[in-house]
């Protein structure tokens, strides 16, 4: 084990590139010819480009992503603000009309105690005319 980089250091790149290789790969090598290990190994490289460029491009598309969902969120955030704004304005109507209805309440309150006590007026008027017009 190392705490070195193999992507800085050399040898340490070389030592892990050792650990990679099995007994048995080492036989299998050795039964190939130059131009053989020549062309298993620019396979190899190519075949290791293509994982680092399929990477690259996986990371690409998952930034897009992250970047896509940033803006979704920044969209969302500011429509959560508008709607805040209008709750707040419609709190301010709804309490308006509340109190607007209290006082309406009041009012009616007071129209039905007079209304209540003309009422009992005109009874007792009734009520008085009737004795005074039966003798």
Do not use: H
């Not at 050792?18 to 298993?40: C, P, Q, Y």
């Not at 508008?82 to 301010?92: F, T, V």
């Amino acid at each position: 084990m190392t705490s070195g980089s193999v992507m800085l250091d050399d040898d340490i790149a070389a030592s892990v590139a050792k650990g990679i290789i099995t007994l048995l790969d080492e036989k299998l090598l050795a039964d190939r010819t130059d131009d053989e290990a020549i062309n298993e190994s620019m396979t190899l490289s190519i075949q290791c480009a293509s994982s680092v460029s399929n990477i690259d491009r996986y990371l690409q598309v998952r930034g897009n992503e992250v970047q896509e969902l940033r803006t979704q969120v920044l969209i969302l955030q500011r429509r959560n603000r508008g709607l805040q704004q209008e709750n707040k304005e419609l709190k301010k109507l709804v309490d308006s009309y509340a109190n607007d209805m209290r006082n309406r309440c009041s009012e009616l309150e007071m129209n039905i105690n007079r209304l209540q006590e003309q009422q009992e007026s005109l009874l007792l008027k009734v009520q008085k005319n009737l004795k005074i017009s039966r003798p």
